[in-house]
């Protein structure tokens, strides 16, 4: 699958990603150039079709051009938290076996045996609620599926714009990724969730998609997030219960919550209540 690359032929120009902790914007067109450096990168170091790639690195520009690099060579992507202590990334490396591991930008030979499954496209680590993490292998079906329900449920369009302040490592925040350059919708990336800069990326972006669990709404309202928050036009509210009357006092702002269920095992979204 290569989406990517697919959006840099249509909409080379168009705004793709905003790096809010690095500062800058990069078009299709920049970030179709950024995978293919990877993608070659890793090739030279003997990465193979099928090969599983672990990346620990914050949500950004190289984060995105390392999905998209993957997904265009046939690599596992498999994306590793950056706040979990080491014996538990140490875990996680153990567990997936990956050929290559690339960490602070740089990418480093690891024991894992060459030529894996090439049917998946990322393996997503769930949370751990119920027991150990376990990795969830997904194919680029899934991903695309997932990628196509997630705008038919939104109606969403080109126009829209998604803000992206989960983890990236969850099946969550990697979905947006796959969403942006599906549909052509631009996405600014947040490295973590801070209640202030979400704010001042959703005015300054003028973003209209947001996916958030709702501890993170009630931050987000509580800091004075009122006027900005009621400019998106579908707030994804998954990850975690959202009361019932919650939910309505929501609505009864002019908030468009959209309570949602998923799972990693499904790439995202299993069922969405529509704006």
Same mark, same amino acid.
């Given at each position: 699958?290569?989406?990517?690359?697919?959006?840099?032929?249509?909409?080379?120009?168009?705004?793709?990603?905003?790096?809010?902790?690095?500062?800058?914007?990069?078009?299709?067109?920049?970030?179709?150039?950024?995978?293919?450096?990877?993608?070659?990168?890793?090739?030279?170091?003997?990465?193979?079709?099928?090969?599983?790639?672990?990346?620990?690195?914050?949500?950004?520009?190289?984060?995105?051009?390392?999905?998209?690099?993957?997904?265009?060579?046939?690599?596992?992507?498999?994306?590793?938290?950056?706040?979990?202590?080491?014996?538990?990334?140490?875990?996680?490396?153990?567990?997936?076996?990956?050929?290559?591991?690339?960490?602070?930008?740089?990418?480093?030979?690891?024991?894992?045996?060459?030529?894996?499954? /090439?049917?998946? =496209?990322?393996?997503?680590? *769930?949370?751990?609620?119920?027991? $150990?993490?376990?990795? @969830? +292998? #997904?194919?680029? &079906?899934?991903?695309?599926?997932?990628?196509?329900?997630?705008?038919?449920?939104?109606?969403?369009?080109?126009?829209?714009?998604?803000?992206?302040?989960?983890?990236?490592?969850?099946?969550?925040?990697?979905?947006?990724?796959?969403?942006?350059?599906?549909?052509?919708?631009?996405?600014?990336?947040?490295?973590?969730?801070?209640?202030?800069?979400?704010? /001042?990326?959703? =005015?300054?972006?003028?973003? *209209?998609?947001?996916?958030?669990? $709702?501890?993170?709404? @009630? +931050? #987000?309202?509580? &800091?004075?997030?009122?006027?900005?928050?009621?400019?998106?036009?579908?707030?994804?509210?998954?990850?975690?219960?959202?009361?019932?009357?919650?939910?309505?006092?929501?609505?009864?702002?002019?908030?468009?919550?959209?309570?949602?269920?998923?799972?990693?095992?499904?790439?995202?979204?299993?069922?969405?209540?529509?704006?």
């Amino acid at each position: 699958m290569d989406l990517l690359r697919e959006r840099s032929h249509r909409d080379g120009p168009r705004r793709a990603l905003v790096d809010a902790g690095a500062g800058f914007w990069i078009s299709w067109f920049d970030l179709d150039g950024l995978a293919t450096a990877w993608a070659r990168r890793l090739e030279r170091l003997g990465v193979q079709p099928g090969d599983r790639v672990a990346v620990r690195e914050p949500a950004g520009a190289r984060f995105a051009a390392l999905l998209f690099a993957c997904l265009r060579q046939g690599y596992a992507f498999v994306p590793l938290p950056m706040r979990a202590p080491q014996p538990a990334i140490q875990r996680l490396l153990a567990d997936c076996g990956p050929r290559v591991l690339v960490e602070d930008g740089e990418p480093a030979l690891r024991g894992g045996a060459a030529g894996g499954a /090439e049917g998946d =496209a990322c393996i997503v680590y *769930t949370s751990g609620t119920t027991g $150990p993490p376990k990795g @969830v +292998r #997904l194919t680029a &079906a899934n991903l695309l599926a997932s990628a196509e329900g997630c705008q038919e449920s939104l109606a969403s369009t080109a126009d829209d714009r998604w803000l992206l302040c989960l983890a990236p490592h969850h099946v969550g925040g990697l979905a947006i990724l796959v969403r942006s350059a599906a549909s052509n919708q631009p996405v600014t990336v947040l490295e973590r969730f801070e209640a202030e800069r979400v704010l /001042e990326a959703l =005015a300054r972006e003028r973003c *209209t998609l947001l996916s958030l669990v $709702p501890t993170m709404l @009630v +931050r #987000l309202l509580d &800091a004075g997030g009122l006027e900005p928050l009621l400019r998106v036009r579908a707030i994804l509210l998954g990850g975690a219960p959202a009361p019932a009357d919650h939910v309505r006092a929501w609505a009864r702002l002019g908030l468009q919550v959209c309570p949602t269920y998923g799972l990693s095992e499904t790439g995202s979204q299993v069922a969405t209540v529509p704006p």
